[in-house]
């Protein structure tokens, strides 16, 4: 397993703190940055880096406002996320990337290589967030800013709302590993799933011309992920029958296996 490390560097918003996995010895194969969902961290990948890292330079930053990663000064967009994340492959010096992100973190993906199509070689997404607008409507209404409670009554609200997506194999210790980022900032941890409900990931999809591949688990945006099929130029949906929120700490090996075989593919 690749050793996880954890760093700082400067963006637009201040700090943006990130994980970092690498092989002991170079490859030739270009860094995967990974962008996580709302209102998570890096955190999510914490399992899947120490065997993705194994094969190539792998960054996994907190979005900023999550996590260890400065706030902006006001609600962003998914834009303003993929310009940090900008911010951070130059402050990282490198130079073509592969990205990957899950559910907020798609759309961070899919904004990211439109805005840099030189510099974005291959897009995974886990999910695509692409809504009706009565879904959208729905999942506005569910995904509001916290309300705080003083007997602690939302805390187990929002914990139950874990249990309830937990993928088969994602034991309630897994679960509470990540349930502490969820709690974190919450003022604005809304501003995360705000900047989602507002990106148009449908016609965005339309115009990204990198081969794209989709990871579409049994979770909360299944049946909206099927919806991405016919929008995209170059790309293809892996339906993940039995696999929910957690699959890269429960299956990491596989998932590890099908990352590695897309991007290495005709490299």
């Known amino acids: 397993m690749a050793k996880t490390t954890k760093h700082y560097a400067e963006v ?6 990130y994980r970092r996995a690498e092989p002991s010895q170079p490859k030739n194969n270009p860094p995967l940055m990974m962008f996580h969902m709302s209102p ?40 303003n996320y993929a310009d940090a994340m900008g911010d951070l492959i130059d402050a990282l010096k490198l130079r073509s990337v592969d990205v990957m992100g899950y559910h907020t973190g798609a759309e961070i993906c899919v904004a990211l290589a439109l805005a840099r199509p030189e510099q974005i070689c291959k897009v995974i997404l886990i999910s695509a967030p692409i809504f009706t607008d009565a879904e959208l409507h729905e999942f506005r209404a569910h995904y509001t800013r916290d309300q705080l409670t003083q007997d602690g009554s939302h805390l187990a609200k929002k914990w139950r709302g874990h249990l309830h997506w937990a993928g088969p194999g994602w034991t309630m210790a897994y679960v509470a590993e990540q349930f502490n980022d969820a709690l974190r900032n919450p003022s604005i941890a809304w501003w995360g799933h705000n900047a989602a409900f507002n990106f148009d990931m449908a016609e965005a999809l339309k115009r990204v011309n990198q081969q794209v591949l989709v990871f579409n688990p049994d979770d909360d945006l ?13 790309g ?11 699959f890269l700490d429960v299956h990491t090996t596989v998932a590890c296996a099908k990352v590695c075989a897309f991007l290495d593919d005709g490299r």
């Open 12 to 17: 637009r918003f201040g700090q943006i703190h």
């Open 40 to 79: 998570n961290s890096g955190r999510i990948y914490e399992t899947f880096l120490g065997k993705i890292g194994e094969s190539r330079l792998c960054i996994a930053p907190d979005t900023p406002g999550f996590g260890d990663s400065s706030p902006p000064s006001h609600p962003p967009t998914i834009n």
């Open 222 to 234: 299944h049946t909206q992920t099927c919806r991405a099929a016919p929008l995209m130029k170059n």
């Open 236 to 246: 293809r949906i892996d339906h993940l029958q039995g696999w929910g929120h957690g």
